[in-house]
């Protein structure tokens, strides 16, 4: 049994949904958490996750659409959280690579959602780009309010700042870059994280695992991480992925 941790599959360039389910339940992937990115998507995963029983949800404000982010918006999100399948507030974060971004609002957007995933006794999915120190410096001064635990999606940071992630407790989140050929220091990564930290995901429909890189990815290549992720820990795909199983349920209560 596989898992997708970390997906988009309300993007609208899925225009056959029926079919993409069906084709990761045929691969063996049995559950996977799509991610909000915003009001509008985290309403899209709820009703992903009412229709389809494979389908689990996160409610949040990605950093990117952080200028949606304000009190009413907030309630919006707030609403959702107590739903039987949101798994975690998420996809939340910094992300200092697409200008114009006002770091301010990125932070406390940030905090605000870490202390209400707290409330609501769920872990955090998060999202960093382009903003390690700022990020590493915020997650340590909040540290007290991550008592739900949180997963680094997508990681693409170095060992140094993995080592610092493990001890505030997260778990770390490999997706299709671990297959590209230019992955050597996120190799060195998923050599260093134990695996009782490592959780699969794809980030579909971005960032489609090799020899698929480009395509619009979807959730059935999950197989393709797992493989990687499995000979670069030295144990056997079966191990990789029922270890990856327990983790994503260890951390993901409701799934
Ligand atoms: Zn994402």
Redesign the pocket.
Known sequence: MYIDT?C?IDDKRYTDIDSVINEYLREGITKVIN?G?NVKSSIDGKNLAEKFDSVYFAAGFHPSDINDFNDSSLNEIIKLLSHKKCVAVG?IGLDYHWEPYDKDLQQKGFIKQIEIAKEYKLPVSV?LRDATEDAVKLLKDNKDKLTYGGVL??YSGSVETAKILLDLGFYIGFGGTLTFKNANKLLDVARYVPIDKCLTET?SP?LAPHPYRGETNTPKHIPLVLYKLAELKGVSMEEMAKAVYNNAHELFKKL
């Open positions: 970390h988009h991610v990115c996809e999202h999606h997508c980030d971005y």
